[in-house]
């Protein structure tokens, strides 16, 4: 079975130093995967995706995120915080027999001054 | 180019009563997903409408059903609500099943009292 855990439920970090969220999947197969945010009081926007291509992909808003086939991950990061990247960050794994996307429990993103 | 637009915004309902929520998809898109968001959760699929069916399922009782429109728009409805139906519903629409770009609405926050 496919699935998805976000490691952290909460992040701190302070403007300017880089961010890490850690997101670990299972899948029998080559998975696909994405990054979205959520913003209070908006929709959840694709951050970006991974769909066996390069393993090192880039998203939007100065976000990548690197496939590790070896240790089943796929940790978002970014070099420099911003204030307004304060938001929640979703994991997700899409399902090969359905295309059904898995979503992990999310990780909330917090930018001190 | 408006992107996906759910209403109401925000609905009150009584236990045991039931509702409709309404979902506009991005201009172009064919396909409307449904999703619950539990507080401090991440989404959980609901169902996926194409060409006026349904076409997937996920985990949930048949008193969540579902209807989409010639014009690609969709409806969810929920019969007997239960306090736990409490949850924002979020929409998002995508081309011809292919999820690997959904768009979506800034939900329907539901509470059930």
């Known amino acids: 079975a496919q699935s998805v855990t976000q490691l952290d439920s909460h992040v701190s970090v302070s403007e300017g130093t880089p961010v890490l969220l850690r997101c670990n999947y299972s899948s029998s197969y080559s998975p696909s995967l994405f990054w979205y945010v959520q913003h209070p009081n908006k929709g959840l926007q694709l951050l970006l995706k991974?769909?066996?291509?390069a393993t090192l992909v880039k998203g939007i808003n100065g976000f990548e995120a690197e496939f590790k086939k070896s240790e089943t991950s796929f940790h978002l990061t970014k070099p420099s915080a911003h204030m307004s990247d304060a938001a929640e960050y979703f994991c997700v794994v899409r399902l090969d027999s359905n295309y059904q996307l898995i979503w992990g429990a999310g990780t909330k993103l917090i930018i001190k001054p | 180019d408006a992107g996906v637009t759910q209403s109401p915004t925000h609905l009150i309902k009584t236990r045991g009563q039931q509702v409709t929520l309404r979902c506009s998809p991005k201009s172009g898109h064919d396909t409307v997903s449904w999703y619950q968001q539990a507080l401090g959760q991440g989404p959980q699929f609901i169902f996926q409408y194409y060409e006026e069916e349904e076409r997937q399922r996920g985990n949930f009782p048949d008193r969540f059903s579902g209807h989409q429109f010639p014009n690609y728009s969709s409806e969810l409805n929920v019969n007997a609500l239960l306090l736990g139906d409490s949850a924002l519903y979020l929409c998002?629409?995508?081309?011809?099943?292919?999820?690997?770009?959904?768009?979506f609405g800034p939900g329907t926050r539901l509470t059930v009292t």
């Open positions: 991974y769909t066996s291509a």
């Open positions: 998002a629409s995508s081309q011809r099943l292919a999820i690997y770009e959904q768009y």
